[in-house]
């Protein structure tokens, strides 16, 4: 098998067809094959089969009308088509603008096929019945006229849809798996998060990869060069061949990756769960890349040399040549392939009413609290009959709001249910869910906004406040889809009181959003401290933001070397890498909110409280646990001191 590197327009000409190849069949060992294609409206190839192959589409720009058996059924551009061995189908480009797609075809050989019909098809006046009779035959194809035979149906999966994964801000939506491909391949869309430092440099004895970049730039070390793979790009990686992947730009980059046999997508189901399940030891590493044929080359493996493949180069005078890049190193574990590890900023601290006001009126008050890549959040008031915004979707990242006051009232789903929310619930929505939102209640109501990751909303805020436009290459906001989206059911709402619930001695905790839900991309527990609680020792995170919005009561944070007290009302934002604790040193309890982006860590809390049973756990045994998380201690431990509740009065603040 080759290794090919493909520039935007680069690929092989298919004589007398208009699709040009990026990886024949030869190739890609007979496997496969990969091409791209551009159909003019109106255009389409007859209504077919093939008995030995699948044919499989995703629409690049424009939209194509797919039959699949007496159904018609629309493929706008973000579409995948799948027509698997015996299923009767064809497509039209329904207009008015040219159509443009990449085309699979498993096992290889229909590559083969489309150059003779363009040699058969390409000559002026009728074709020769005969070579196409023939031709048909040899690869087991037929023309289907009349009554449609019995056989499997195509599908088409719709933009934005397809199960879907977020671990640390990249989404992995997948498109094919190897049950639906009889094993040829797996295929997903996958989002890297800007300044994500990708796996490191591995192999697959027995597996090919296939990237093709839709949106963005990546970065490729691909066996001993490095590429810049701008969107339009394409490489295909053989098997035992080094390489690695990495986004090292401040957008983020949205490709396919296509991996032969199939199989390989199990990866990152099998990831996700374990990182939900706390932080990889070396074995569960070690059991987790060996069942995938992920395998890291060792200190004195050389890297394989890239053999050069010529590419044909469409003419584009104003296309701009891929060149080089310095990639940043990646000699991270396979732990962290989606992980995003952003540089440490300033802490921020917000008294009430304090922060960035974007929107201020009688009806309406908008103010950003946290502005950070891995999570926007804002605090809005919404007068008495105040609507939100027009039904949307976001398809990179879940939006989520816990009432603070009031109640709010959503349209989820392609239906618009009904969801009201009273104060103390949490809603999340779901990337791919249309929604909306407003106050169809008596009295104001309070809410925070979670935006996690960002994916632009704080900043599409400012826009609007300025005057300034905000498109999809802002914020990923987009109006319903013509399917209507996702279904309501994978909307969560947890009601006051709901949600899986610790006790740590007589404080409490309980998780109004884990790791598990939505896409995973944030966490919201809910904390009760008792009076006197001494909270963990004074630590870090190094990937994970930490912020906490109080509820009721006064709650102590130190952040470096200054210790604050923190009224009802106040938000407390520590990015990754500043040392930070809490504790509740009044003699009264202390409610609030504590966000953390990416999710996961609370799984840290549900530990330390299996562990302390019903003792009230000391922070050096917190630690202890905790040291198996994001979690690291800062020397030397000054612990703040709890004080009797009797003693609260005499606290000088």
Known sequence: MKTIVLGPGESRAIEGHAARIKASSEDCDE?????????????????????????????????????????????????????????PHTFTNPGPDAARFLGFGAPGGLDRFLAGLGRILGGGGPPDREALDE????????????????????????????????????????????????????????????RFPGPPPHVHRGLADMFFVLEGELAMVVGTETHAVPAGSFVLVAPGTVHTFSNPHDAPAR?????????????????????????????????????????????????????????HREPAEDRPEPEPVSAPPVSAPPVSPERLAPAAGAPVLLGPGEGETVGSSDQRDVVIKVGEELMDVTWSRYAPGERGPDPHVHRQHADAFYVLDGELTFGVGPDQQEVRAEAGTLVIVPAGVVHTFGNEGEVDAMYLNIHAPSRGFAESLRARRDGREVGP??????????????????????????????????????????????????????????????????????????????????????????????????????PPGNAHTFANRSGEPVRALNLMAPGGFEQYLKEAAAAAGDDAPDAAAMARIASRYDFEPVEPVEPVEPVEPADAAALER
């Open 31 to 87: 496997r496969f094959f990969v091409l791209e294609s551009v159909i003019e409206p109106g255009q389409g190839p007859s209504l077919h089969l093939h008995r030995r192959h699948l044919e499989a589409f995703y629409v690049l720009d424009g939209a194509l009308e797919i039959q699949a058996g007496n159904e018609t059924i629309p493929a706008p551009a973000g579409s995948f088509v799948l027509a698997p061995p015996g299923s």
């Open 135 to 194: 031709l048909l035959r040899e690869y087991d194809s037929a023309l289907v006229h009349g009554e449609l035979p019995d056989g499997p149906s195509s599908t088409v999966v719709p933009p934005g849809q397809g199960d879907r994964l977020t671990i640390a801000g990249n989404t992995i939506v997948f498109k094919a798996e190897a049950r639906d491909t009889n094993g040829a391949f797996g295929l997903v869309e996958y989002t890297a998060a800007p």
């Open 255 to 311: 490709f396919l990756s296509l991996v032969s046999p199939g199989g390989f997508e199990q990866y990152f189901r099998d990831l996700a769960q374990a990182l939900g399940e706390g932080p990889l030891d070396p074995a569960t590493i070690s059991e987790l890349v060996a069942r995938y044929d992920f395998e890291l080359p060792g200190p004195t493996t050389e890297p394989v040399p890239v053999p050069p493949v010529e590419p």
């Open 473 to 574: 290459e802002l914020f990923d906001s987009f109006d319903p889809p013509d399917d209507g989206g996702l279904p309501a059911s994978g909307v969560v709402v947890r009601r006051p009181g709901e949600g899986d619930s610790i006790s740590l001695g007589p404080s409490r905790a309980v998780f109004k959003a884990e790791v598990g839900d939505g896409d995973g991309t944030f966490s919201m527990t809910e904390i009760a401290l008792a009076p006197g609680f001494p909270g963990p020792v004074p630590h870090r995170h190094r990937e994970h933001l930490d912020t906490f919005y109080v509820l009721d009561g006064t709650l102590t944070v130190r952040i470096g070397d200054e210790t604050v007290d923190v009224e009802p009302g106040s938000f407390a934002v520590v």
